[in-house]
């Protein structure tokens, strides 16, 4: 009888532990929805300081059919709500990029000039699209774009929730109509975006080695020095 009674009971944990298996498998397979993944962007964006990553972008032109590749280093640093990013594009032909206070500068080593745009008027917006998966808040994009979640998918081996946005100014949606974004469905940052100019032309950019909230390179945020300064008439 006591024998029954043991075994009748290990199977009733046998079956409760299967059940709850089960369970648990479903729940980490259930598919997420746009409110999940703006969710799991604002945990990683009320932490988030600093990015330092690898980057591949290309930018192609359907009219010439033509594909151009980049790729180098990316500096993100969010204080408050200042906002700085520097790249050091290495490959095709060495080019430095920061944006800082409102200006953005271009300085090409083999020339020896920094190009200075004002963002002016277009900060709002230019500020917008740099925090696209890097700091900026997920309720956030709501605010700025029309946003629609498109499933998930793979991406450099990792797990990906992907993001469609169409921009709500005019302006904005003028220079791109439609942005994707594919979020690491672990730590909640951009690891792929794709801005659409219209007419076949895009803009890809892949991230890869990407470090979070660690210390950056001395200097990565300061300008640099060019025999030659051009600054552009009417900014950006």
């Known amino acids: 009888m006591f024998l029954r009674l043991l075994m009748k009971k290990s199977l009733s944990l046998l079956v409760f532990l299967i059940c709850a298996g089960l369970w648990a498998v479903a729940q980490a ?21 600093t990015v330092e990553t690898d980057f591949a972008w290309e930018d192609y032109e359907r009219v010439v059919n033509n594909l151009d590749h980049q790729n180098g280093v990316m500096y993100f640093s969010r204080s408050g709500k200042d906002v700085e990013m520097s790249a050091e594009i290495k490959q095709p032909a060495p080019k430095f990029v920061l944006f800082k206070a409102g200006t953005v500068r271009v300085y090409e080593p083999r020339i020896d000039q920094v190009t200075v745009y004002n963002v002016g008027k277009n900060k709002a917006d230019f500020e917008a699209f740099l925090g696209l998966g890097f ?25 990906a929730y992907k993001l469609e946005l169409v921009p709500r100014t005019a302006s904005a949606r003028n220079t791109f109509p439609l942005i994707t974004l594919w979020i690491d469905a672990d730590r909640g940052i951009a690891v792929q975006q794709r801005f659409d100019q219209g007419g076949g032309n895009y803009r890809l950019a892949q991230y890869s080695n990407i470090k979070l909230n660690q210390k950056l390179p001395d200097g990565v945020f300061k300008p640099k020095k060019a025999k030659t300064t051009v600054t552009p008439q009417g900014g950006m």
């Open 29 to 49: 397979n259930r598919p997420a929805d746009l409110q999940t993944v703006l969710n799991l962007i604002d945990r990683t964006a009320a932490n988030l300081h």
């Open 135 to 159: 700091g900026g808040a997920g309720r956030d994009l709501t605010k700025n774009f029309e946003v629609r979640y498109a499933g998930s998918e793979p991406v450099a081996g990792v797990t």
